[in-house]
DNA sequence: CGAAAGTGCTACATTGATGTGACAGAAGAA
DNA sequence: TTCTTCTGTCACATCAATGTAGCACTTTCG
């Protein structure tokens, strides 16, 4: 085996590494998903080797970047209550939370295969969400009627482009942006959305 | 140098390879950016050698795809006649070719900075769809005051969206998903867009 | 049919990334 | 300060992908 354990308490600076580490390795790997671990590593300011001792294997790296993005995701959609708050504000403050979390954790979900438990958190958010929604529709602030999941499918892109495209505003701004163009579109208000 | 050159009369059955070869490239690339020429080749049905008999390079073949996505494109766009058109029939009309294209080549755009010809002709295009856009603006379709070129790159986004979530549909059914959400996003009717 | 063009196959060299090992030295915790 | 933990560095083995080479064989086209 190579990478140690470290069961014992973490010290100041490891954790410091780890966390630079992770956050970098997000960023790089969301740029170019073939990024290499010497090159995180050194974006990170930290030596290879370093990397190496607490992840086993690149694809363990991965995993763990992927688990503190589901970690955050996860504080985001508790943080939104979208059982008890108004529809609305639930949806916006999940956009901003979301959005925040995808500035330190850009990482693309598409390619994660890897680890069992970690899919299976993805997909009871993802379903979480999807319930939400379902409420949204229920309260009417959603149209009824689209193809399944579309909204669900929809938003996080909608987050993702956000950041992407005008990382300098705030996450306030991008929230007002997203949600507006989730509901809204960017048509001219007037014509009636067609019920097909 | 490795790759001929092909200058004569190229035979047929050499062209139906090298078409092989983009379409399988062009689906696997953007399913696994990493994808080897090996196995681009195999799904293919053809010997890695045969690959690197057109291609000088993997950098080669991936601009070759990218390039034929963008002669798509550029097909696309002609179609659809931004200038003459009612916007409202052009913008249909485009998105309806557009989701085509990304069914044959949903190459992912963002790491593609080798070709400076290539990169010149994508941003032509993005510029008439941008110039279209405005159109749509001028004519009332599109509501104005929005962050500058969201609409522009929030319609790339949604016809790749769609075509991942619905590959089932017919390209018109798509088609009006993606103009519908894009005019009027999945909110219920009646409360107008917010104009911040 | 027969010449030309193109392909498959079996190597081979090279390169870059992954993952390990050992050890001296720096940084944090007591 | 001193013990422990963690890090950087040099070194090494491995592996997968890239790109080349020659030759026998097949396909196309005139």
Redesign the interface.
């Known amino acids: 085996m190579s990478h140690d354990d470290y069961t014992g308490v973490v010290r100041a600076d490891a954790a410091r590494n780890v966390e630079a580490v992770l956050t970098t390795g997000a960023r790089m790997l969301a740029a170019?998903?073939?990024a290499s671990i010497a090159s995180i590593a050194a974006e990170a300011g930290v030596d290879r080797r370093t990397v190496y001792r607490r992840f086993a294997s690149r694809e363990e790296l991965e995993a763990a970047i992927f688990e503190a993005r589901l970690e955050a995701i996860g504080k985001a959609i508790e943080d939104a209550r979208f059982q008890e708050a108004p529809v609305a504000v639930a949806l916006h403050r999940y956009v901003e939370n979301v959005i925040a979390v995808n500035r330190t954790w850009p990482v693309d979900f598409s390619?994660m295969f890897a680890d069992e438990e970690i899919l299976r958190r993805r997909n009871l958010y993802y379903a979480e969400v999807g319930a939400f929604l379902q409420r949204a529709v229920d309260e009417?602030?959603?149209?009824p009627g689209?193809?399944a999941?579309?909204?669900n499918?929809?938003l996080p892109?909608?987050m993702q482009?956000v950041v992407r495209?005008?990382p300098e505003?705030s996450n306030g701004q991008m929230a007002?942006?997203v949600v507006?163009?989730?509901?809204?579109?960017?048509?001219?208000?007037g014509?009636?959305?067609?019920a097909?």
């Open positions: 170019d998903p073939g390619r009417g602030l959603l149209r689209l193809p999941d579309w909204a499918q929809l892109e909608l482009l495209h005008m505003a007002d942006v507006d163009t989730f509901l809204h579109g960017v048509g001219a208000p014509q009636a959305a067609a097909r």
